[in-house]
């Protein structure tokens, strides 16, 4: 299974990923853990980050798309991998398709947890007032003018993605405003449905393969014959050219015998004779008339 979630800063994606890793065994991708690996191992991909990352520069997307690459040759991806915080533009999800095409691996769905955003700023602001009620600090980045920030900065860069992956019937569009309960059980059966029907199609690609090796028996065998069939036209046409012009020629054809070449001759001199005899009548005919 290999997902993508989309959705608004505080949307829940974190949440249902963490579920869906669960039940489905597959693994979590975040960007900012595959970088951070990457530079602690020290792979190729990892030090040309590093030292963007040391600068204080925002790693170019061929940069992630190579650490992303990277994560996906090793054996524990193999059974599926849910993207985290990638990709957020357009261009990106198009790098994203590319590389997964050169892999021979394919999206099996986008979901997108769609959510109010006003009930999100309401969200903060009574989670805020319930953080001071306690006594502690709230979060500075857990306010609402920094979620302003952030959804406006969803809307701009990757809500097209939406857009992007509707046209490729790959995206399907869950109520985040929903329980998390609710909304877990809604992905639980948007991604059976899935699973069910790629059973189905799968069965059906065998049958028709199976039909398929019989059906070619067939084809081959009518091209077969429509070969022979055109073979043997080609050899009739010279020997019906070659009879034709020994008649002409007042020789005997090869392959027919003195017999058969004697009726030939006498019944075209029959006809040649009668012509003649024909053409008075005609004209006799003609004149009486007149």
Aim: glycine share 8%.
């Amino acid at each position: 299974m290999r997902l993508i979630l989309l959705g608004p800063p505080g949307s829940g994606k974190g949440t249902q990923a963490q579920r869906l890793v669960q039940r489905y065994g597959i693994l979590q991708l975040s960007t900012g853990e595959m970088l951070r690996a990457a530079v602690a191992a020290q792979t190729p991909v990892g030090v040309q980050a590093q030292d963007i990352m040391a600068s204080g520069g925002l790693v170019p997307d061929e940069i992630v798309i190579g650490i992303i690459s990277d994560r996906l040759d090793q054996p524990d991806a193999a059974k599926g991998f849910i993207l985290d915080g990638f990709p957020r533009t357009v261009p990106q999800a198009e790098a994203l398709d590319e590389l997964l095409k050169k892999k021979r691996m394919r999206l099996d769905a986008v979901i997108e947890l769609r959510v109010n955003e006003s009930a999100l700023l309401q969200r903060v602001e009574t989670r805020a007032a319930e953080t001071r009620a306690r006594g502690e600090q709230v979060r500075p980045d857990d306010t609402q003018e920094v979620l302003k920030k952030r959804l406006a900065s969803y809307r701009e860069l990757t809500e097209p993605l939406v857009h992007y992956y509707s046209e490729r019937r790959k995206l399907l569009t869950v109520d985040g405003m929903m329980t998390i309960e609710h909304v877990t059980r809604e992905i639980d059966r948007i991604l059976s449905a899935i699973r069910a029907a790629e059973a189905k199609a799968a069965k059906k690609m065998a049958a028709a393969r199976r039909a398929g090796n019989g059906a070619g028996k067939g084809i081959v065998a009518r091209k077969a014959g429509k070969a022979a069939r055109k073979s043997a036209v080609k050899k009739a046409k010279p020997a019906g050219k070659s009879t034709q012009r020994a008649r002409k020629a007042g020789k005997r054809p090869s392959g027919v015998t003195k017999k058969a070449a004697r009726k030939v001759i006498a019944s075209s001199r029959t006809r040649m004779a009668g012509r003649p005899k024909k053409a008075a009548k005609k004209l006799t005919k003609r004149r009486a008339k007149a």
